[in-house]
């Protein structure tokens, strides 16, 4: 068995000190194998970028350990080379290079890497291809779409041929068909090159976008599952709503438009995602 490329290990970040003290993350655990496509969700001050940025190096933990790709990250000798040659990032706001050309931008990362400006060019050239920006390699950003840029900017993450992508709200800027193209394309390099992949959201359809979500809330994992459909994910979210906890708590009266044996049928699919019973699929669900 494959050992995980992602090994989180009680992982613990606190700003500041005393009273006013913030915990961004509380004891986090978590393991993410090589080839997987994961959300990230939870409300805005869950820890989810935080956890984020644990993972790409940009800041260090109070406590506990981060493994990428065999490395502890809190003994690294060159950080600037482990986030170079391991990880890419997609931001939600691009931060594309503004006087430089679609190209120029995707070639920025591989700047101190292997190779001559020759292959790299020819790497950059390749990507815009794989991201269907060919023929957009000497535009500047302002000359292109939202979705063109961030195009380019999964491209610029791919640039080094990166183990892991770490993606903040990659389709937070966008509208719904551009985010829509995105996901499509962050899915489609996961299931063809099996680049592992990390999507921080707050939205769920982008979360039902990928294999497994893992929920976070007051910096803690409060969920963590494998996504086998849509309309799982739409009952699981249901039962842990407030609606569906007042179905589940109240008493008969509770659905008054219904009938009861039709009530029994609601309360009995939600029960499965709140007691620990094994997750329905499409199939199995009765509602008629």
Same mark, same amino acid.
């Given at each position: 068995?494959?050992?995980?490329?992602?090994?989180?290990?009680?992982?613990?970040?606190?700003?500041?000190?005393?009273?006013?003290?913030?915990?961004?993350?509380?004891?986090?655990?978590?393991? &993410?194998?090589?080839?997987?496509?994961?959300?990230?969700?939870?409300?805005?001050?869950?820890?989810?970028?935080?956890?984020?940025?644990?993972?790409?190096?940009?800041?260090?933990?109070?406590?506990?350990?981060?493994?990428?790709?065999?490395?502890?990250?809190?003994?690294?000798?060159?950080?600037?080379?482990?986030?170079?040659?391991?990880?890419?990032?997609?931001?939600?706001?691009?931060?594309?290079?503004?006087?430089?050309?679609?190209? /120029?931008?995707?070639? &920025?990362?591989?700047?101190?890497?292997?190779?001559?400006?020759?292959?790299?060019?020819?790497?950059? /050239?390749?990507?815009?291809?794989?991201?269907?920006?060919?023929?957009?390699?000497?535009?500047?950003?302002?000359?292109?779409?939202?979705?063109?840029?961030?195009?380019?900017?999964?491209?610029?993450?791919?640039?080094?041929?990166?183990?892991?992508?770490?993606?903040?709200?990659?389709?937070?800027?966008?509208?719904?068909?551009?985010?829509?193209?995105?996901?499509?394309?962050?899915?489609?390099?996961?299931?063809?090159?099996?680049?592992?992949?990390?999507?921080?959201?707050?939205?769920?359809?982008?979360?039902?976008?990928?294999?497994?979500?893992?929920?976070?809330?007051?910096?803690?994992?409060?969920?963590?599952?494998?996504?086998?459909?849509?309309?799982? /994910?739409?009952?699981?979210? +249901?039962?842990?709503?407030?609606?569906?906890?007042?179905?589940?708590?109240?008493?008969?009266?509770?659905?008054?438009?219904?009938?009861?044996?039709?009530?029994?049928?609601?309360?009995?699919? +939600?029960?499965?995602?709140?007691?620990?019973?094994?997750?329905?699929? /499409?199939?199995? +669900?009765?509602?008629?």
């Amino acid at each position: 068995m494959a050992d995980p490329l992602i090994r989180i290990d009680n992982l613990t970040k606190v700003y500041g000190m005393g009273e006013t003290a913030v915990h961004a993350l509380d004891g986090v655990t978590l393991e &993410v194998m090589p080839g997987e496509l994961v959300a990230i969700m939870g409300p805005s001050g869950c820890g989810k970028s935080t956890l984020l940025n644990m993972l790409g190096a940009l800041d260090q933990p109070t406590a506990g350990e981060v493994w990428v790709a065999g490395e502890n990250l809190a003994q690294l000798r060159n950080v600037d080379r482990f986030r170079a040659q391991t990880v890419g990032f997609v931001f939600q706001l691009h931060n594309l290079l503004p006087t430089m050309t679609a190209l /120029e931008n995707v070639e &920025v990362p591989m700047q101190g890497q292997p190779g001559g400006s020759r292959s790299h060019r020819e790497r950059a /050239e390749h990507l815009l291809e794989l991201v269907g920006l060919a023929g957009r390699a000497g535009h500047l950003p302002n000359q292109l779409s939202g979705g063109q840029r961030q195009r380019i900017a999964v491209a610029r993450a791919l640039a080094n041929d990166p183990k892991l992508i770490l993606a903040d709200e990659p389709t937070g800027s966008l509208d719904s068909q551009s985010g829509e193209e995105i996901l499509a394309l962050l899915a489609e390099l996961n299931r063809d090159q099996g680049t592992t992949i990390i999507i921080v959201t707050h939205d769920r359809r982008v979360a039902q976008s990928t294999q497994r979500i893992v929920r976070m809330r007051d910096g803690r994992i409060e969920d963590d599952h494998r996504l086998l459909n849509p309309l799982e /994910e739409d009952l699981r979210m +249901l039962a842990r709503s407030k609606l569906g906890q007042a179905i589940l708590t109240t008493g008969d009266d509770s659905l008054p438009n219904i009938s009861e044996e039709e009530e029994t049928v609601i309360r009995r699919v +939600l029960e499965r995602f709140t007691g620990g019973e094994p997750s329905p699929t /499409e199939e199995h +669900l009765d509602l008629a």
